[in-house]
């Protein structure tokens, strides 16, 4: 965050020199993180190494083995589709996570890190964490058509920069070959969700999301780098965020998608509770 405001004062500043603008731009981006890493330090989250956010001895502890459970009942599927018994229950239709998800465990240190201490720069972490099971992961995923994140109020965006799901669903895209589409937006303020009981989550973020626009969306065709204006009626989806718990979020995004005429929606997290 602090690299970024340095960096729009400098654009505010020259604003009639682009080229000018540019370089002391780049100065401001370097001196930025000079000053961010000698004022605010990092240190790996498991060990406590100076410099990184999560070293290779570390990352090597993360079980990044799959949870592939039904998105209701938590019975294991192999898959993450929903069992026979909540087939017509859960408006997902599964859900694969790459590992289990606890508050004080390493993957849960570095979700909270990117969340809640704004620390973008922990995405490069998740990069290589994310990337690597999507591939490994991809057969699963193959029907998918478009990847869509979980949407933050524009509220909580000013407050943090970023959407955490829409890195982490750019890392799957990119993984996979497929489009990456915000299909959603959250247009009513939500408390977190972290904070609340199992019905307390499943009435807090109900009616919260509607679709970011019209059903016809211009997709970038993989590999030619044309667009086409395709509709997303009959789409198979994938739903990305970063911690799948009780999954109140993703069932109502996943309502609404449908209700629009999306075919499927499948769910991905980084963890899952």
């Not at 400098?10 to 002391?24: G, H």
């Not at 000079?34 to 990092?42: G, L, M, N, Q, Y």
């Not at 993984?175 to 019905?199: E, N, Y």
């Not at 989806?237 to 209700?259: N, P, R, Y």
Request: hydrophobic letters at 40%; charged letters at 20%; proline letters at 3%.
């Amino acid at each position: 965050m602090l690299t970024l405001v340095i960096e729009h004062c400098a654009l505010i500043i020259y604003p009639s020199f682009p080229q000018r603008t540019m370089n002391i731009a780049s100065s401001f981006h370097f001196a930025a993180n000079v000053v961010k890493d000698c004022v605010f330090p990092i240190f790996c989250l498991g060990c406590d190494q100076e410099g990184i956010w999560l070293c290779d001895a570390c990352r090597g502890k993360i079980d990044t083995r799959g949870v592939f459970v039904c998105p209701l009942c938590h019975h294991f599927t192999g898959t993450g589709a929903s069992c026979s018994a909540c087939l017509g229950k859960s408006a997902l239709d599964g859900h694969i996570a790459i590992t289990g998800y606890q508050e004080h465990s390493l993957i849960g240190r570095l979700i909270a890190a990117l969340k809640y201490q704004y620390a973008e720069d922990v995405s490069s972490v998740f990069d290589s964490i994310v990337s690597k099971f999507a591939r490994e992961q991809a057969g699963l995923m193959s029907s998918v058509d478009v990847v869509a994140p979980v949407p933050l109020h524009r509220r909580r965006f000013a407050e943090r920069g970023f959407n955490q799901a829409e890195i982490i669903g750019r890392i799957v895209a990119g993984a996979l070959g497929k489009p990456f589409v915000p299909l959603l937006k959250r247009h009513r303020a939500t408390k977190q969700q972290a904070l609340l009981s199992r019905d307390e989550r499943k009435q807090n973020v109900r009616d919260a999301f509607r679709l970011a626009g019209e059903r016809n969306w211009k997709l970038e065709t993989r590999n030619s780098g044309r667009t086409e204006e395709r509709s997303f009626v009959g789409m198979r989806v994938l739903l990305v965020d970063d911690v799948f718990t009780t999954g109140s979020t993703m069932q109502e995004c996943a309502k609404i998608l449908k209700h629009a005429g999306v075919a499927g929606v499948f769910g991905f997290s980084v963890a899952r509770g």
